[in-house]
Structures are given as C-alpha cells and as structure tokens.
C-alpha cells in the first residue's frame, strides 16, 4: 500500500487554517469495518505522537483544533487555527494491512 | 504511567550486529502487539518490523527480511530488534511502537560505520 501525502511543504500563518491530504492506493477499510488510518505529529527532536487514529478520532490530549475526515482512499487532516506549536511534520499512516505504512511527512511552518 | 524506554544502538561496523530493546511499563504488554519504526537522518518513518502479543507471528519490511529478527519476552516486558549483517542504509533512529501507534518509545540511534 502506498501513502501519497500533500503538500510536503506547508507554510501557514499564525491562527489561520492548514489542511493536508493523504491518498492511499488501496482502500483502507479493513475487513472488521474499521477504516485504520492514523495521522502522527513530529515535533523537532521528538518521537512521533498520534493524534488522530481510526480517520477521525482524536487522541487524549490532542486539541479539539486537530481534526481528521475521509474514507476508503481519500483522507484529510485539518488544523482550524495553526498555533506556534503545531510547527513539525505530519505523517498519515495506515494500519489496516498487516505492515504499516507511512506517508512521505509534510512539514508544516510558520510564515 | 504508559511507556516505552528504549536502550541498545550505537555505533557498529558493516556487517556487525546490534540487539535493540524496548521495556514496556503501565499497560499489559502480552495483550499489545508492537512494532519497530526507523527513521533515516532528515527522511521520513519507515515501518520495519511487527510482532503479536503472543510472539507467534511476525512480519518484516522487505529492506530487513533475514537480517533482522524481532522478539518478545513477556514475563519481562520487554521487545527486542535483532539486527545481522547490518548496512550503511540500515543508519537510522530507530523506534519501538505499541501495535496501533498511541505509545512510542523515545528512539535509539544507530550508525553503521567503518
């Protein structure tokens, strides 16, 4: 299964919105139903962390400004109000097949 | 507190071996299946190997299949990443990740070198 991420460079300014798209080359769904697609944020230095897992659900902790949507292929992440600490990369990733894959990362900064 | 500390990596020739380990704490670590990620300098993650909770089944990305070997222990908590005949490519932090991605550990570098 291959990840396409886009933009892989996202300049934003401070309190406006960001969005980032995923496509994968196959559907997503898995045969429970559940659609397992992860979105992860990067921070300089730092582990990854997920924010949103299963297209839209968001983790413990996340901001309600993070927000996942999509389904079978097709997949968005969306910050509301970019804030300073948002800067880093983001991944989607699929886990619906056995071996995880990663999108290419996009790098999300402030102008 | 849910974790994962990671210790092993540093720095092996080519062709050398280097064993990975990752002691989970805060949740049952025989329920959770767990994977190992790597990240190459300033590249994106590559997923690299799998395991189940019970340590019966595992899978490998295909830039590591018969040179690395993951494992469990789970009267120990503890996840390993056998890694042989270990390339330049194979340079990367490498992290440990509870099967849906919600834990990761704090990564551990390693550098194949001569």
């Known amino acids: 299964v291959v990840m396409t991420q886009s933009p892989l460079s996202l300049p934003v300014t401070l309190g406006q919105p960001a969005s980032i798209s995923c496509r994968s080359s196959q559907s997503l769904v898995h045969s429970t139903g559940n659609t397992f697609l992860n979105w992860f944020q990067q921070r300089p230095g730092q582990s990854p962390r997920r924010l949103i897992y299963e297209v839209s659900k968001r983790d413990s902790g996340v901001p309600d400004r993070f927000s996942g949507s999509g389904s079978g292929t097709d997949f968005t992440l969306k910050i509301s109000r970019v804030e300073a600490e948002d800067v880093g990369f983001y991944y989607c990733?699929?886990?619906?097949?056995?071996?995880?894959?990663f999108g290419q990362g996009t790098q999300v900064e402030i102008k | 507190e849910v974790q994962l500390l990671q210790s092993g990596g540093g720095l092996v020739q080519p062709g050398g071996s280097l064993r990975l380990s990752c002691a989970a704490s805060g949740f049952t670590f025989r329920n959770s299946d767990m994977s190992w990620v790597r990240q190459a300098p300033g590249k994106g993650l590559e997923w690299v190997s799998f395991?189940?909770?019970?340590?019966?089944?595992?899978f490998y990305a295909d830039s590591v299949k018969g040179r690395f070997t993951v494992s469990r222990d789970n009267s120990k908590n503890t996840l390993y990443l056998q890694m042989d005949s270990l390339r330049a490519d194979d340079s990367a932090v490498y992290y440990c990740?509870?099967?849906?991605?919600?834990?990761w550990g704090q990564g551990t570098t390693v550098t194949v070198s001569s």
């Open positions: 395991v189940n909770g019970g340590g019966s089944n595992t």
């Open positions: 990740a509870t099967g849906r991605g919600d834990v």
């Open positions: 990733m699929q886990g619906t097949h056995w071996t995880w894959t």
